[in-house]
């Protein structure tokens, strides 16, 4: 005997050189405890990397009603999905999985505990789209915004950069926070992704089409690259410490980092964050602080689940490694401290431009000095490259990936100078 419960929606959405989106609201035929929904049609679209398929369940104690739901994936097996590991409503279940670009259709199955009926079902089928596809029309260069901090802003993707198409909109009402913690995540979505900025796009429409927030959780996101994508608008609060978020700001790394570790591009491009953000509001990346959102003693650089709610974001690997990113934190901290040019004997004999720069800079020395090295360093102190001081007019940094480095100049006698350069 089969009861079908009824309630068919279909909504296609095209933009021209746009991401694609079709919300289906689901039905189901019943057999005993087991609910199959419609055959839900998937196109196949070109100059796109997959399809993100989206499930949203409601009803009144959710998680207590239903056992298991499962996905048909392009070979016809049954593939479990688990609720969103973010979410705190028991009354929801919720997340996302990637289809194959090349899948025709699929369903969903859901086995129950007893009969009821959902107060809101449907699936959402997103098309990111290539960003190099999406990038024709789009030349925007990253941004880099300066900072009256002693520690650089790193270079970031603009919202227009990583949505070509300009219309993953923005949070219309964003709230100010005081920043007082900076807590890490990971998205736990593939770490095979390769083009990072189309996974940000379906983070976006996740967020926002099937989570109905009113834009990405976090603040940041990094990829493995070590890129850094603006999301929700700095120092505005966010949707991402469990409903704790005032006076935090998040910073997600991009993939599952259960037992995986972060790339060390990832790792510097974080550390590097921390520390501008730290030094940007001033906050000491080694304290214990009380936060009052969640009544609890929070470290200043925390992990998501350090909220308490039972989440294993951002993962055991990255989470172990949070107390070697509080202390590399500060080192670039102080050493942002040692890298001004304003108290220096030698800012007045030797200077740089134009900075930030795209392929070269000029120095401009004063004929009293005798210059012994020259040098650049990530922020993290790495030694990067050393220069010929024969040629030590012109400097080529046309190898340097963008993002904020450290020019050591010393001379004969010991003196030293360090600016701050920035390649964009």
Same mark, same amino acid.
């Given at each position: 005997?089969?009861?079908?419960?009824?309630?068919?929606?279909?909504?296609?959405?095209?933009?021209?050189?746009?991401?694609?989106?079709? $919300?289906?609201?689901?039905?189901?035929?019943?057999?005993?405890?087991?609910?199959?929904?419609?055959?839900?049609?998937?196109?196949?679209?070109?100059? $796109?990397?997959?399809?993100?398929?989206?499930?949203?369940?409601?009803?009144?104690?959710?998680?207590?009603?239903?056992?298991?739901?499962?996905?048909?994936?392009?070979?016809?097996?049954?593939?479990?999905?688990?609720?969103? =590991?973010?979410?705190? $409503?028991? @009354?929801?279940?919720?997340?996302?999985?990637? %289809? %194959?670009?090349?899948?025709?259709?699929?369903?969903?199955?859901?086995?129950?505990?007893?009969?009821?009926?959902?107060?809101?079902?449907?699936?959402?089928?997103?098309?990111?789209?290539d960003t190099a596809f999406l990038l024709k029309e789009n030349k925007e260069n990253y941004k880099n915004v300066t900072t009256n901090c002693n520690c650089p802003r790193p270079?970031?993707?603009?919202?227009?950069?990583?949505?070509?198409?300009?219309?993953?909109?923005?949070?219309?009402?964003?709230?100010?926070?005081?920043?007082?913690?900076?807590?890490?995540?990971?998205?736990? #979505?593939p770490n095979s992704d390769t083009d990072w900025a189309a996974r940000v796009r379906q983070i976006w429409d996740y967020h926002v089409n099937t989570r109905g927030w009113s834009d990405i959780g976090y603040n940041f996101l990094i990829d493995p690259n070590g890129i850094i994508y603006d999301a929700?608008?700095?120092?505005?609060?966010? !949707?991402?410490?469990?409903?704790?978020?005032?006076? #935090?700001?998040?910073?997600?790394?991009?993939?599952?980092?259960?037992?995986?570790?972060?790339?060390?591009?990832?790792?510097?491009?974080?550390?590097?964050?921390?520390?501008?953000?730290?030094?940007?509001?001033?906050?000491?990346?080694?304290?214990?602080?009380?936060?009052?959102?969640?009544?609890?003693?929070? =470290?200043?650089? !925390?992990? =998501?689940?350090?909220?308490?709610?039972?989440?294993?974001?951002?993962?055991?690997? *990255?989470?172990? %490694? %949070?107390?070697?990113?509080? #202390? !590399?934190? @500060?080192?670039?901290?102080? $050493?942002?401290?040692?890298?001004?040019?304003?108290?220096?004997?030698?800012?007045?004999?030797?200077?740089?431009?134009?900075?930030?720069?795209?392929?070269?800079?000029?120095?401009?020395?004063?004929?009293?000095?005798?210059?012994?090295?020259?040098?650049?360093?990530?922020?993290?102190?790495?030694?990067?490259?050393?220069?010929?001081? !024969?040629?030590?007019?012109?400097?080529?940094?046309?190898?340097?990936?963008?993002?904020?480095?450290?020019?050591?100049?010393?001379?004969?006698?010991?003196?030293?100078?360090?600016?701050?350069?920035?390649? *964009?």
């Amino acid at each position: 005997m089969k009861n079908i419960i009824i309630f068919v929606c279909y909504l296609f959405v095209l933009n021209l050189n746009a991401q694609i989106s079709k $919300n289906y609201n689901l039905e189901f035929s019943k057999n005993n405890l087991t609910l199959i929904s419609q055959t839900i049609l998937i196109d196949e679209v070109d100059d $796109n990397p997959y399809i993100s398929l989206s499930i949203f369940l409601e009803s009144e104690e959710i998680d207590k009603k239903i056992k298991k739901v499962y996905y048909l994936d392009s070979a016809n097996n049954w593939i479990a999905i688990e609720s969103d =590991h973010e979410l705190e $409503n028991s @009354n929801l279940f919720i997340n996302h999985i990637d %289809l %194959l670009r090349t899948q025709k259709q699929t369903r969903i199955k859901i086995v129950v505990d007893n009969d009821f009926i959902f107060s809101k079902s449907f699936v959402r089928l997103y098309y990111p789209m290539d960003t190099a596809f999406l990038l024709k029309e789009n030349k925007e260069n990253y941004k880099n915004v300066t900072t009256n901090c002693n520690c650089p802003r790193p270079t970031t993707q603009t919202r227009s950069q990583w949505c070509p198409s300009n219309n993953c909109t923005p949070n219309p009402n964003p709230i100010p926070t005081n920043v007082k913690f900076l807590i890490v995540h990971h998205t736990a #979505t593939p770490n095979s992704d390769t083009d990072w900025a189309a996974r940000v796009r379906q983070i976006w429409d996740y967020h926002v089409n099937t989570r109905g927030w009113s834009d990405i959780g976090y603040n940041f996101l990094i990829d493995p690259n070590g890129i850094i994508y603006d999301a929700r608008e700095d120092d505005t609060k966010g !949707a991402h410490f469990s409903g704790h978020n005032s006076e #935090t700001s998040g910073i997600s790394l991009l993939g599952t980092y259960t037992s995986l570790s972060p790339s060390t591009a990832m790792q510097n491009s974080l550390k590097e964050f921390l520390a501008w953000k730290a030094c940007d509001r001033s906050i000491d990346v080694l304290a214990t602080v009380y936060h009052s959102s969640s009544s609890l003693n929070l =470290h200043t650089v !925390a992990g =998501h689940r350090d909220s308490g709610s039972g989440t294993v974001c951002p993962g055991n690997t *990255v989470y172990n %490694l %949070l107390p070697n990113f509080r #202390t !590399a934190t @500060n080192t670039i901290m102080n $050493n942002c401290s040692t890298a001004s040019i304003g108290n220096n004997e030698l800012t007045d004999k030797i200077s740089i431009y134009p900075n930030p720069t795209k392929d070269k800079i000029t120095l401009k020395i004063d004929d009293t000095i005798e210059v012994k090295t020259i040098e650049i360093y990530s922020v993290i102190g790495l030694l990067i490259k050393k220069y010929s001081v !024969a040629n030590k007019e012109k400097l080529d940094v046309q190898d340097l990936e963008s993002g904020t480095y450290l020019l050591k100049i010393e001379t004969k006698n010991h003196q030293k100078i360090i600016f701050k350069l920035v390649k *964009v």
